[in-house]
C-alpha cells in the first residue's frame, strides 16, 4: 500500500477577435447574473482535474463567491484535445461571460484568440512573457493576467536534481510538445542549463499519444541516461503511460507535476498547481468587483514542491541521496 510521507517545504532559490477595443475590467451591475468561464484542454473525469476545480471553487467561496448563489460558472473540457480549444473559446466569448479562466498555456492561447475584451486569468500557464501573453509581468497591458509557472527556470533546477540522483549522468532526453506555445522557451532554457551541468541534451518531440513509444525507442539509441518531461497537458494526460516506459526501460525521469509521480514516475519539481488555481480566484475577484488588469501584475510562484517516489527508485536500482529525500515535500513509498 503506497503511504506518502510529507516534508517540510521546499524554497527555489533560483482564431476569431470579436471586438477591439481597449480592455477596462467593470464592476458588475447590479441585478445583472456573473458568469465565469473556465477553459481547459483536460477532462473533468480526470481526478487531478476534480483537484484543481474544487481548489478554485474554495478560492471563489473565501471571497464571498458561491456558484448557484451569485455567480454561475460555464465550463468548457476539451477531454485531452487541444484542437478543440479555439471552439471552446469563441463560444465561450459569444456568451459574454465577465471573465475566462484558462488553466494551462493552450487554454491562454485559445483564448487570447477568442476576445480582447474579456479579462483572461491564467491559472498555470508557462512564462507569460516568452509565450507572448502578456508584455510585462509587472504591468499586464492587454486583456491577460494571472500565475505563470516559470516554466522555462524550473529546468535548469530539475536536470540539476537528477544529476544529484545520477552523478555520472552525461545524456538526457528532454520529451516535449512543439504544439504548446509555452514548451519552446523551457526548450530554450533546458539547452542552457545543459551546457552548465555538461550535460548533453537530446530534444524529443511528441505531438500526441501516438508518439510517446517512439520517443522513448529513439532515447535508448542515443544511449540518454535519463529523461525530463517538460509542463505539457497531452504529456500529463498520458502520465502513467510515460510512467511506465521510463521504469521498462530503466530510465530515471524528472516531471515538472506531482501528478506524474502520484502515477508511478521517479520524482516531480515544480509548483502546486491546485494552490495557482486557488490563487487565481482572487484576480476574478478583484476584477467583478472593478479593478484594472494593468493594476493586477502576473504572479510567479515563489514556493516549489520536490515529490519523490521511492517504489520507483526501488523499480530502478536507484538510491536517493538522503540529502535530497531531507528536502522533499512528498516521498511517495
Known amino acids: 500500500m503506497t503511504s506518502v510521507v510529507h516534508r517540510r517545504a521546499f524554497l527555489a532559490g533560483t482564431g476569431a477577435v470579436l471586438l477591439t477595443a481597449p480592455i477596462v475590467a467593470q464592476a458588475q451591475p447590479a441585478g ?17 482535474t476534480q483537484t484543481f476545480v474544487e481548489a478554485f471553487h474554495q478560492g471563489l467561496r473565501d471571497l464571498g463567491w458561491v456558484e448557484g448563489q451569485n455567480m454561475t460558472i460555464e465550463y468548457r473540457w476539451a477531454e ?6 479555439p471552439d471552446l473559446a469563441r463560444d465561450l466569448a459569444r456568451l459574454k461571460v465577465d471573465v475566462v479562466v484558462a488553466s494551462t498555456s493552450p487554454a491562454v492561447q485559445a483564448a487570447k484568440q477568442a476576445t480582447k475584451t474579456i479579462p483572461i486569468v491564467m491559472t498555470n500557464a508557462g512564462d507569460a512573457v516568452a509565450t507572448g501573453f502578456v508584455v510585462s ?37 528532454l520529451l516535449w510538445n512543439p504544439t504548446n506555445a509555452s514548451n519552446a522557451p523551457q526548450l530554450l532554457h533546458a539547452q542552457d542549463a545543459a551546457r552548465t551541468l555538461g550535460v548533453r541534451l537530446h530534444s524529443l518531440e511528441v505531438r500526441g499519444p501516438g508518439e510517446i513509444e517512439g520517443a522513448f525507442a ?13 509542463l ?10 510515460i510512467a511506465e516506459l521510463a521504469v521498462r526501460s530503466r530510465r530515471p525521469a524528472m516531471y515538472g507535476l506531482t501528478d506524474h509521480v502520484r502515477a508511478g514516475g521517479l ?9 495557482m488555481h486557488r490563487r487565481a480566484a482572487t484576480y476574478v475577484d478583484k476584477i ?10 502576473v504572479e510567479q510562484p515563489t514556493k516549489f514542491e520536490l515529490v519523490v517516489n521511492l517504489k520507483t527508485a526501488k523499480a530502478l536500482g536507484l538510491t536517493i541521496p538522503p540529502s535530497l529525500l531531507a ?5 511517495i513509498q
Do not use: C, W
Not at 267 to 275: I, K, Q, S
Open 327 to 331: 528536502r522533499a515535500d512528498e516521498v
Open 288 to 297: 467583478l468587483k472593478g479593478s484594472k488588469l494593468t493594476d493586477l501584475p
Open 232 to 241: 505539457d497537458s497531452m504529456l500529463v494526460a498520458n502520465r502513467t503511460r
Open 218 to 230: 529513439a532515447m535508448t539509441k542515443e544511449r540518454a541516461g535519463a529523461v525530463i518531461v517538460l
Open 137 to 173: 509581468i509587472a504591468r499586464p497591458e492587454a486583456n491577460i493576467t494571472g500565475l505563470s509557472m516559470m516554466a522555462g527556470e524550473l529546468v535548469g533546477k530539475q536536470l540539476q536534481i537528477l544529476k544529484e540522483v545520477v552523478p555520472n549522468l552525461s545524456r538526457v532526453a
Open 32 to 48: 445583472r447574473a456573473t458568469r465565469i468561464g473556465f477553459l481547459s484542454p483536460s477532462s473533468l473525469h480526470d481526478p487531478r
Open 267 to 275: 520524482m516531480a519539481y515544480g509548483p502546486n498547481v491546485a494552490d
Open 80 to 85: 485531452e484535445r487541444t484542437e478543440r480549444l
